[in-house]
């Protein structure tokens, strides 16, 4: 069967999984476009995330810090730009930011800060040319989550992995795209969730253990599960939380 993945996000579970053929989307252009760097250059993209490494430590805290901004400021720009140029800068700023975030805001601008590690992994040629493999098996597209009930077939496995819905309100993040994600879109999602079940794909959702999830895929197969997380702004918010798992089979 076909993977597919209309949220791909970081992609774990399709690098985790492996599978000869698979169909990935994703709102966010940015993201897609290194993917596809990082599939069709992985040796341009990594001589030029090297360069950024070197530079990221050629000096103390303070360098590092104004180094990031400048390339912050560098990738906001808007133009033209080599793909292998877009996906180092991509890669540099998730390793280098607070807390590896991706965010941007109504301009679509990325403004997460500086991140102060002692020795962030930059450039990992290793398992930049093995995600690279395991790209060449896959479609990519720039894409709505939407946009799957025309492309998706009868047996396709599809794993849905959605902006989760806030445990509170104090826990709403502003924002993985600049279209942002609210119970409107959770409710669509939960419509073509329905259509494909309809159409014969074999279905797989995440997202929080909260009432409005559960009333949401009731009528389906729900397993609690607790998953790891260890991006929080708060130190004592990170570590096992519930999720929820809905399955159509």
Not at 60 to 86: I, L, M, S, T, V
Not at 180 to 194: E, H, M
């Amino acid at each position: 069967m076909r993977h597919v993945e209309p949220f791909v996000g970081g992609g774990a579970f399709f690098f985790a999984r492996q599978p000869p053929r698979a169909l990935l989307a994703d709102v966010n252009e940015a993201l897609v476009r290194t993917y596809e760097a990082i599939r069709d250059d992985v040796d341009r993209v990594i001589a030029a995330l090297g360069v950024l490494a070197e530079a990221h430590r050629a000096g103390g805290d303070d360098e590092a810090k104004a180094h990031f901004y400048r390339q912050r400021d560098r990738y906001n720009e808007k133009g033209p730009r080599a793909p292998a140029e877009h996906a180092a800068l991509f890669i540099y700023l998730n390793k280098t930011c607070f807390n590896g975030l991706h965010r941007v805001n109504r301009r679509g601008a990325f403004n997460v800060p500086f991140g102060r590690y002692a020795n962030p992994t930059i450039c990992d040629a290793r398992t930049l040319r093995a995600a690279s493999r395991a790209l060449r098996r896959a479609t990519l597209r720039t894409q709505p989550f939407e946009a799957l009930v025309a492309a998706a077939r009868p047996g396709d496995f599809v794993y849905f992995d959605p902006p989760y819905e806030p445990v509170s309100e104090t826990a709403r993040f502003t924002s993985y795209a600049r279209q942002g994600f609210d119970r409107d879109d959770q409710k669509t999602l939960r419509d073509v969730f329905a259509e494909l079940d309809r159409r014969g794909c074999k279905l797989m959702l995440s997202n929080s253990d909260v009432p409005f999830i559960r009333d949401l895929y009731g009528r389906w197969r729900i397993d609690t599960v607790a998953a790891a997380r260890a991006i929080n702004c708060d130190a004592r918010g990170r570590g096992k939380v519930s999720e929820v798992v809905v399955r159509n089979y």
